[in-house]
């Protein structure tokens, strides 16, 4: 186990280093132009406006020189991590820390709600209509999983609002007033729109996962067997159908909640929350780079880890799977 | 005579699917003493577990169309609720399978999933239900049962599992263990060892036993009656002398003449049976096995034969006359051996 865990975070130090390293090179050089024009804007500048953009922000400099500043930023130590003499925002000058420091809750408070509406409806419905198949549930269901894996969010997202706020007025709309504390603004039901907009076409996925997952196992033979023995169809569903039916989910499950942590771009701009997803796209087209790598590392740490305790926890789960 | 523990009496399960009427089991009669072993022998899709798994209550009338009638200790099986058949089903009927490799669930220790049977059908605590399975470990030769029961499936070699399966079958003292293939899916060395610990529960137990399988060879030396299925039918009935010296059915004879021998040449081949199992939407009119049978003649191709008894016990559902079955018997079918 500890060896496991050295060997998995030596990996995951070198899938941040790629990340770090590709995200610096295609913001830096892929795109046609200069960085420094586009940090500009549309504002006219003269050419020694340019250099001083430049200069300011260290694009003068070799390229490896300037990819060691943005990479010294990323080593968890204090004085180091994103510290604010490289990691500042290029447009106002904000440190990035502050930005995800102060960000970081909506995220948070955003995904885990979204994720835990779309277990509670997922989950549920999934059973229900594998249990039930073929029967009027199962079709409703279906429907439901056809509907939210087509759907896009950002059509959803504004559907919801013009019937839940415009029309009815039964929710806030969007945004979340700066200083308004968190507690406070879920009391305000701000969250249950984007919560709801953000966890519908992950329910409609868990719902076709898990309802797939267990018609499968339904008809494993140690399903038969489980009959066999006398159990009651409940027991036999609950205790032996749905314990191998719903591990694989777990796996999904923790990469999803990750992939959200990362920023839910389109709910958070929609909503206007302000959030992981909000900065990084207000990075991008602002042609702020500390931000893009501050952004982009964070969502792929969030990930690795993921990775990680999936595993760790899938082989307590699944007693075939040893850490090797 | 006593009253037969197992009564079926003109059995049939149809399932209706998209293409046509799936007849599995197209009536079919056959009983059981206590403490008798019957051996059921036949080709993938004769219809020879679809039977027990509706006499396990395995196969509802929401899947398939029953008919007919399966008694149990004078109880006729197929009438009882769903909550009085669980009841039976585990205890006093019980079942192992064809695979051990699926048939224990991957995410639960063995003796879990044997204590959980006991559990099922007994008033007993954790403790002593664990305690029954151990000890249950320890009769189907099971070395360290105490270790073994709190390991994982997937930690079992298939014999073992197979054997785990038997204790989990055999742990409510069942009066009927119906063994379904159980050794298809096992090595030939271990084959004979499962069947042996079979024949050796049973003795313990007191239980009767149904040995479902398409190998005659596998159940030679197991069975006390043996029933032979084809096409959902039972085409032959007898004791085991019957079967393996006097059969009366081509079939039959088709399925002794694919027995790989030791003692036969080299250089002899097998003979297998020629064609493929029919179709169980379009069986062939007449006798099912016409198509396929070397002495085909004109009556097979309309009218079904009976299931008649020859000499007693012994029957067998075919046109053929008496004399020229027991010709062809002497001069096809056992000059090999």
Known sequence: MGRYLIRRTLFMILVLFIVSLFTFIIFMKLPAGDPARRLAGSRATTPQELETIRHNIGLDEPLLVQYGRFAKGLIPWPGLFLNKQVYFSWANNVPVSEEIYSRLPYTITLSLGAAAVFLLVGIPIGIVSAIKRRSFVDRAGMVFALIGVSAPVFWLAYLMLYFFWFKLAWLPGIGVPPGESMVKSIALGRFILPWLALAFTFAAFYTRMIRGNLLETMSEDYIRTARAKGLSERRVIFKHGLRAALTPVVTMFGLDVATLLGGAVITETVFNIPGIGQYTLLSIFGGNFPGVMGVTVLAAFFIVIANLLVDVVYAFLDPRVRYT | ?337
């Not at chain 2, 298809?184 to 003795?203: G, H, M, N, S, Y």
């Not at chain 2, 197991?222 to 079939?251: L, N, W």
């Not at chain 2, 040449?265 to 064609?275: A, C, Q």
């Not at chain 2, 000499?311 to 096809?332: P, V, W």
């Open chain 2, 1 to 337: 005579m006593t009253e037969p523990l197992l009564e079926v009496k003109d059995l049939t399960v149809h399932f209706p699917t998209e293409d046509g009427l799936v007849k599995a089991v197209d009536g079919i009669s056959f009983s059981l003493e206590p403490g008798e072993t019957l051996g059921v022998v036949g080709e993938s899709g004769s219809g020879k577990s679809v039977s027990f798994l509706t006499v396990m209550g395995l196969i509802r009338s929401d899947q398939a169309v029953i008919t007919g009638e399966v008694f149990f200790q004078g109880q006729d099986l197929l009438k009882l609720p769903v909550e009085e058949m669980r009841n039976i089903r585990g205890a006093r009927i019980s079942m192992i399978f064809q695979d051990p490799m699926t048939s224990l669930h991957p995410y639960y220790k063995v003796g879990t999933q044997i204590s959980e049977a006991v559990r099922t059908h007994q008033k007993v605590s954790k403790q002593e239900a664990h305690d029954q399975a151990v000890e249950m470990l320890r009769k189907v030769g099971i070395p360290k049962p105490d270790e073994r029961a709190k390991q994982y499936p997937h930690e079992f070699s298939g014999g073992m599992r197979q054997r785990a399966m038997i204790a989990m079958a055999l742990s409510l003292n069942p009066d009927l263990l119906i063994a379904d293939e159980p050794t298809t899916a096992l090595d030939v060395t271990v084959q004979a060892q499962i069947l042996d610990l079979i024949d050796r529960l049973k003795q313990e137990f007191n239980a009767a036993v149904v040995i479902i399988t398409h190998d005659l060879g596998v159940v030679a030396e197991h069975c006390d009656t043996i029933q032979v299925m084809y096409a959902g039918k039972a085409v032959e009935f007898g004791d085991r002398h019957d079967i393996y010296y006097g059969s009366h059915h081509p079939y039959t004879w088709g399925l002794l003449r694919s027995i790989a021998r030791l003692d036969a040449d080299s250089n002899e081949r097998l003979h297998p049976i020629k064609g493929l199992p029919p179709s169980l939407i379009n069986v062939p009119p007449g006798c099912a096995f016409h198509p396929r049978c070397p002495y085909v003649m004109d009556i097979c191709r309309t009218e079904t034969p009976a299931l008649l008894p020859s000499d007693g016990h012994h029957a067998a559902a075919c046109h053929l006359s008496l004399a020229d079955k027991e010709r062809i018997l002497k001069e096809e079918v056992m000059s090999r051996s």
